[in-house]
């Protein structure tokens, strides 16, 4: 009886585990207790021990100090456990389902800047930030802008200062501000991109925004001919929307270039052949672009008979609509977990 007892014992002692136990500090301890403790199983089967008829006490005793002699080892080996990986000791279920907490992750105005920054990066181009409040000077007047010129009229700008007399101040209307900065503060070569968030007065529609983001770029050195200009908008073009996309530029205006174009690229939803979003033409405006026009590069201090540049600059909310069918601009600051959580993954 006793006999079949103890191995019962020892059995359950050799396949206790201690990744069963959930407070397994507290719990080895009952473990000792329950064994080797004073009124434990070792004790009160020694008594029992000790009322068997002699003959059968060698037996017993062996298998006695077998049962001792697990439990101790498995105590041993149980508080060794405990004290090597005490951030285990109060795991709770380890069969229970991970909690898979939300993460956050990027923006996808912040995943397609930085995508554009990087495109630019790999080319030579090193990112410039400036302020987002900006006087006249840097934001119009540098840029070619005449007073009084309606080419100002292109943007609608938020006034933070417009008093008679004084310079005005405004929220940046476009990045090509950071142009001006850079220009007056480094000699040639200059090779930037400035992304940053602009601002204009305009009502909020699916199609427009009081705020939004856009990427400049310069390139001021000696010699820098139309040519660069169009090589770099192809090299843009295919790193951004693929291999097949094709550019076409389109004579334009802007008061800082001369001469001045736009640049479209091929559908890439339809590939050309013409859809909605293209309005069955095959092409997507993407940006304006030109060369610098030599009365910037005056403006700026630098000599405009050794050195010409070019210039280009894009809407980050519509390169993002194009290259991921975002149909809404709203949807870009609205953080509507529904629309961020489609972005989770591309970076
Ligand atoms: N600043 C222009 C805008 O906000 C965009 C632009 C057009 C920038 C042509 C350029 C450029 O650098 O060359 O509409």
């Not at 329950?34 to 059968?56: C, H, S, Y």
């Not at 105590?75 to 380890?94: I, M, Y």
């Amino acid at each position: 009886m006793i006999k079949t007892l103890i191995s019962q014992y020892i059995e359950e002692i050799r396949s206790a585990r201690i990744e069963d136990f959930k407070d397994r500090a507290a719990e080895v301890e009952q473990f000792r207790v329950r064994f080797l403790g004073r009124k434990g199983v070792m004790n009160e089967l020694f008594e029992q021990f000790k009322a068997l008829p002699a003959d059968q006490k060698k037996e017993m005793g062996i298998a006695l100090n077998e049962l001792k002699t697990a439990a101790l080892a498995k105590v041993e080996e149980f508080k060794n456990f405990v004290e090597q990986a005490p951030e285990l000791n109060d795991r709770q279920d380890l069969t229970m389902p991970a909690d898979f907490s939300q993460r956050g992750s990027r923006h996808v105005l912040s995943v397609t800047m930085n995508e554009i920054a990087d495109i630019f990066a790999r080319i030579g181009f090193t990112v410039e930030e400036s302020v987002e409040i900006e006087d006249d000077w840097h934001l119009f007047s540098a840029l070619n802008f005449p007073h009084d010129h309606p080419a100002r009229d292109m943007q609608d700008t938020f006034f933070v200062e417009k008093e008679e007399g004084k310079q005005e101040v405004a929220l940046r209307t476009h990045t090509s501000s950071v142009q001006v900065r850079v220009m007056e503060t480094h000699k040639p070569p200059i090779r930037i991109i400035a992304p940053g968030r602009v601002f204009r007065n305009e009502a909020i529609s699916a199609r427009a925004h009081c705020i939004f983001h856009q990427v400049e770029a310069l390139y001021v050195d000696k010699k820098v001919t139309f040519a660069d200009l169009k090589q770099t908008l192809l090299y843009f073009a295919k790193e951004m929307f693929g291999e097949d996309t094709q550019i076409r530029l389109r004579p334009s205006y802007f008061p800082f270039t001369e001469p001045s174009a736009e640049m479209d690229i091929s559908c890439n939803i339809c590939g050309g052949k013409g859809c909605n979003i293209c309005k069955g033409t095959g092409w997507l405006e993407i940006l304006g672009c030109g060369m610098v026009d030599p009365n910037v590069l005056e403006a700026c201090g630098i000599d405009s008979k050794e050195y010409s540049g070019f210039a280009l600059g894009m809407g980050v909310e519509r390169m993002a609509m194009l290259k991921y069918q975002v149909r809404d601009l709203r949807l870009y600051f609205e953080n509507d977990l529904r629309f961020l959580h489609q972005f989770d993954n591309i970076i």
